[in-house]
């Protein structure tokens, strides 16, 4: 089922296909909801310990949690170094993100057992396993501070710790601004743990909100969201540090997060735009890594108009989160 990456009008079809006519294939996967202890709220990315194992994700009050299948969840870590309980503990109130601390992309090394967090407001942290308060260790990367840190993802083979800045400017309160002056003051931006320092690796991205490393460390993909397109950066080889289209032209589509698969392509979660009611459903999309579309199926029958932030394979299912959503989403076993 591949299609050329170029072509909008073939993947305009594809979408139609799929997504319109034949949701039965999808529905055809079983579907489970692992709910957040309440009142936690909107889960937006995930990072496993182990496939199919215990998993972490950051909710819309600043707290980080852990989840183990046998245990179910527990708190784990925290952002802000201000946050109190009495102000923070439940809240869905994006105004009190600066307060609370937002975790966003989250990343964890098992090799040395940290967990590395994308705060949509406190920068660039670490966790140990301890949890509790992370440690904060960048807020800014050549002298410009971070405004709205995103997407994340571990080199597997450096341990490099690759980051986006969705935006110079707008911050997560801002989404819909940055979406109407067409903003693209986005950075993608590398943390080397060996020498602590960050540097920024590709400028004037349009809202880059999702980040994989490919499972051979020769390559990132970072997604622009605004932009509806996803680049190719090359970490190593003849093309290192330059970047290229590996995906657009895909109009339909609002590319969020990216994640690798165990076999060495990429889950891309987006939004299309629904032909009947104009409307936006939720899509994920998969790709081998050479930008080949290999799957492109509507999750409407499971999220209706919910839109997700992420899909991702691990062990024998694919794990969704959405920060619009009270838990995270298992199709398969
Ligand atoms: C956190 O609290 C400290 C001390 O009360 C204060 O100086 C700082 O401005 C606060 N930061 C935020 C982001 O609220
Ligand atoms: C972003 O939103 C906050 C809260 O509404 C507001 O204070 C701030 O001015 C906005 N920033 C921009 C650049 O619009
Ligand atoms: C938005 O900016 C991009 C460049 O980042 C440009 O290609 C595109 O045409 C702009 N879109 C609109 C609607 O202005
Ligand atoms: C890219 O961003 C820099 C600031 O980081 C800015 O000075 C420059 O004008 C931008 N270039 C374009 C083509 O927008």
């Known amino acids: 089922m591949a299609i050329p990456p170029s072509s909008a009008v073939a993947v305009v079809s594809v979408l139609s296909i799929f997504v319109f006519s034949f949701p039965a294939t999808v ?11 309440p009142p936690a709220f909107g889960p937006e990315s995930i990072a496993f310990e ?31 170094p201000n946050r109190s309980v009495a102000f923070c503990d439940g809240t869905t109130d994006p105004n009190k993100g600066p307060i609370c601390g937002r975790p966003f992309g989250l990343a964890y090394n098992s090799f040395t057992k940290l967990l590395y967090i994308a705060d949509a407001y406190y920068g660039l ?55 109407q002056v067409n903003d693209s003051t986005a950075r993608l931006l590398k943390y080397d743990p060996r020498t602590s320092q960050v540097t920024v690796l590709l400028r004037n991205l349009s809202r880059a909100v999702g980040l994989a490393v490919s499972r051979d460390g020769s390559f990132l993909l ?31 589509v609002r590319p969020q997060d990216i994640k690798r698969t165990p076999s060495g392509g990429f889950w891309i979660a987006a939004a299309s735009v629904k032909q009947d009611s104009q409307t936006l459903v939720s899509i994920r999309i998969r790709v081998d890594g ?4 290999t799957e492109m199926a509507s999750l409407e029958g499971q999220y209706g108009s919910t839109l997700i932030s992420e899909v991702q394979e691990s062990g024998l299912s694919l794990y969704v989160s959405s920060r619009n959503a009270s838990f995270i989403g298992v199709y398969g076993p």
């Open 50 to 80: 182990s496939p199919g194992g215990a998993f972490y994700t950051g909710v819309s009050d600043g707290h980080i949690f852990k989840y183990q299948p046998l245990t179910g969840w527990t708190v784990f870590a925290f952002t802000s």
């Open 222 to 252: 970072v997604s622009e969201a605004i932009g509806n397109r996803i680049r190719r950066y090359w970490l190593t080889g003849p093309k290192a540090n330059t970047a290229e289209i590996f995906l657009s032209n895909i109009n339909v």
């Open 125 to 179: 942290l670490v966790a140990d396993s301890n949890g509790r308060l992370a440690r904060q260790i960048a807020t800014s990367a050549e002298g410009q501070p971070f405004v709205f840190l995103n997407a994340i993802d571990i080199d597997p083979v450096t341990g490099n710790v690759y980051f986006t800045d969705a935006s110079a400017v707008y911050d997560l309160r801002n989404s819909s601004k940055a979406a």
């Open 290 to 293: 050479s930008g080949r579309i």
């Open 27 to 37: 529905l055809s996967e079983t579907f489970r909801q692992i709910f957040l202890p």
